[in-house]
């Protein structure tokens, strides 16, 4: 029983670290934005073409990865996806031109979305009950964030060891992600089960489900819950692709320099990671809010005063430890609630056989500031003095934060109405 508790979490390691780094060469903006621009010719706006590339593509296969989820192996998905992206890796090690990073990113999209985005999100939560779906969920992106992070730190120490205008600083840090993509891969292959054979419910009861049809799409959509959760993702991940732009921030409105701000950029968006996606599960399992709808409102009320402290701040930067402060309140803001917004899927009551589909039409809704995101922000970047960039950067901050807070008291109306239904005595069998 032990054994099989240990390789349980073994388990969730491997799957939540994999999904994890897999995209990092996709998002290699998040830290090297300026070593792209310097050693692959790429202007601030050619990069966020390049992101937004990435994002157009993964929110067209969202929706079908949640297809694949419910109807094929999750081993073999997995062990391949994480296999194909280090080869796509090695490929960009070589610096190529603009229009083959284009496909590349595409390619990307196939491998990291297509194939192991809602693989990986319904694999690990296969391996809990309805009850464990929180801790989970908030231990899924904890342990992401600890593979993201030592990977990051120790990709940032070796480019580190190059002389600054040293092209090889950057090729010899892609290099290393792919490798490490490969390797993951075959993990993947002896860890991770098929999945989609599974019919057990939280009780652990055998169930006679109905095997998944393209008609549950639509029935998933016509679910109001399913869009409340969107939204909610939606606010989050826009907040989340913001914070990757604090390296940028702190170099050009409080004069950090470049290796100092990398640094910090990796404790904002992979240190803090790490530590926040727990942090969330483990508010929502040990407080009185219990609900992981309820602490993700919370957690956007504190992001929404933050937010507004940096538009005042914006202004006049001062105190270096001040910015930083404040993007990391925002940070744990975010990446809590990160933890636990796929978990409000769970809360919603989603039954198991169409979780996939689910978390998959989410995910198309949620994450579409990858699509508007970058290419806004690098215009602003390129066309803008740098307060006036951010100020507006923070001003979309505070608005997908509002909605946040909208959609979260939406939702938790909505199963209240419905746990109040279910509760409500049956007069006749009085």
Not at 93 to 111: D, E, G, K
Not at 350 to 370: E, N, Q, R, W
Request: proline content about 4%; hydrophobic content about 50%; some cysteine.
């Amino acid at each position: 029983m032990q054994n099989n508790n240990f390789r349980r979490w073994l388990t969730l390691a491997i799957i939540s670290i994999s999904g994890g780094v897999s995209f990092d060469l996709a998002y290699l903006r998040y830290i090297y934005q300026i070593p792209m621009a310097k050693f692959m010719g790429f202007t601030n706006t050619e990069i966020g073409f390049i992101m937004s590339t990435f994002g157009i593509a993964a929110i067209i296969l969202y929706a079908p990865s949640g297809v694949i989820a419910d109807k094929f192996s999750h081993r073999k998905m997995m062990t391949f996806a994480m296999i194909a992206t280090g080869l796509l890796g090695l490929l960009m090690s070589v610096y190529p031109p603009f229009w083959v990073m284009i496909l590349i990113q595409v390619a990307f999209a196939i491998t990291t979305i297509l194939m192991l985005w809602s693989v990986s999100i319904k694999a690990a939560s296969l391996l809990g009950n309805h009850e464990e779906q929180g801790k989970i969920m908030g231990w899924m992106e904890g342990l992401r964030g600890v593979g993201v992070m030592l990977l990051a730190v120790f990709t940032m120490w070796v480019f580190s060891l190059f002389m600054p205008d040293d092209p090889s600083s950057l090729k010899s840090v892609i290099m290393i992600y792919s490798v490490v993509y490969i390797l993951l891969g075959i993990l993947c292959w002896f860890f991770v089960s098929d999945g989609y054979t599974s019919r057990t419910e939280s009780d652990g009861e055998k169930k006679d489900k109905p095997a998944f049809k393209l008609s549950d799409i639509l029935s998933v959509l016509k679910i109001s819950t399913t869009w409340y959760c969107s939204m909610i993702i939606f606010g989050v991940y826009t907040i989340y692709a913001i914070l990757s732009y604090s390296t940028n921030y702190l170099t050009e409105m409080y004069g950090m320099t470049l290796v100092a701000a990398s640094y910090m950029g990796i404790v904002i968006n992979k240190i803090f990671r790490a530590m926040c996606g727990p942090l969330g599960g483990l508010v929502t399992t040990y407080s009185r809010f219990k609900s992981p709808t309820r602490v993700i409102q919370f957690l956007a009320a504190i992001g929404a005063i933050t937010l507004g402290a940096l538009l005042f701040t914006n202004q006049n930067p001062g105190s270096v430890v001040v910015g930083i402060g404040l993007i990391l309140l925002l940070a744990f803001a975010c990446y809590a609630s990160r933890g636990l917004y796929f978990a409000c899927i769970g809360e919603a009551r989603t039954p198991k056989y169409i979780m996939g589909t689910t978390v998959g039409i989410c995910s198309v809704i949620g994450f579409l500031p990858d699509v508007f995101v970058y290419p806004t922000v690098g215009y602003w970047q390129d066309s803008l003095p740098p307060a006036e960039a951010y100020r507006n950067m923070w001003l979309m901050g505070l608005g997908a934060t509002c909605l946040v807070i909208v959609f979260t008291f939406l939702l938790f109306n909505n199963m209240k109405r419905a746990s109040q239904q279910t509760t409500i005595p049956n007069p006749v069998m009085e």
